[in-house]
């Protein structure tokens, strides 16, 4: 069966670090795939599509890989802040009909200062 | 713009009631969707709106129904309520053209009796 994964257990980081969290994926061949950020009692909010031709996408602070053939994507947020503090979704579609997305249970992000 | 706005925040519900979530978006968007999010579970799409005038099932349709009002509006209803419908419950939406990021609204959190 389709599988999306990331790491459940919370990921404690230092201020002024650099954040590294992983999307694992089974059964699938997504065209895109997307990040999102949640805030505790409030909706996600889109960060980065990446595509399947494409190895890397920046913006800003945050990074994205995306290796079709580990089946996996990398988000990076480098000198990451405690306003960075979220849970992080990863999300891939189902197919191109209907824009759907299957997301994963998202990790959740804590940076100290 | 308001973006995706949903009614009501919060709900309790005894058993057996009926109620429907209401969900609107101001972006002239195509694609309308309904999720349910529960712990360790992620987001879990309900039904989804390609176009107005269509919906199909996702991936747990069971226990609701939808209607597509018109272009901007997307409702869902849930005829008897029961226990395991606890959930928080996300709207979104995307223009289902090249941009396939999704635009979440607030979330409404109901819980059954």
């Known amino acids: 069966s389709q599988k999306i994964e990331q790491n459940s257990e919370a990921l404690n980081i230092q201020e002024g670090k650099t954040a590294t969290l992983t999307c694992n994926y089974t059964?699938?061949?997504?065209?895109?795939l997307q990040w999102y950020r949640q805030d505790p009692g409030r909706g996600p909010v889109f960060l980065l599509l990446?595509?399947?031709?494409?190895k890397e996408k920046r913006k800003e602070r945050l990074k994205v890989t995306f290796d079709t053939t580990l089946k996996q994507s990398l988000f990076h947020i480098t000198a990451s802040q405690p306003a960075d503090s979220a849970t992080y979704l990863c999300?891939?579609?189902?197919?191109?009909?209907?824009?759907?997305?299957?997301f994963g249970g998202g990790t959740r992000l804590m940076v100290k200062p | 713009n308001a973006g995706v706005t949903q009614t009501p925040k919060f709900q309790v519900l005894k058993t057996g009631q009926s109620m429907t979530l209401q969900c609107a978006q101001d972006?002239?968007?195509?694609?309308m969707y309904w999720y349910r999010q529960d712990p360790g579970m992620g987001l879990r799409l309900i039904y989804y709106?390609?176009?107005?005038?269509?919906?199909d099932k996702g991936e747990v349709p069971n226990g609701y129904n939808v209607s597509r009002l018109n272009k901007r509006e997307f409702s869902l209803r849930l005829e008897s309520a029961a226990p395991s419908q606890t959930s928080v419950y996300f709207c979104a939406s995307t223009s289902g053209t090249q941009r396939r990021e999704q635009y979440f609204g607030p979330g409404t959190r109901l819980t059954v009796t």
């Open positions: 059964n699938y061949s997504p065209a895109y």
């Open positions: 999300a891939l579609d189902r197919n191109n009909a209907g824009n759907m997305l299957t």
């Open positions: 990446i595509r399947e031709n494409e």
């Open positions: 972006m002239n968007h195509n694609s």
């Open positions: 709106s390609a176009s107005e005038g269509t919906t």
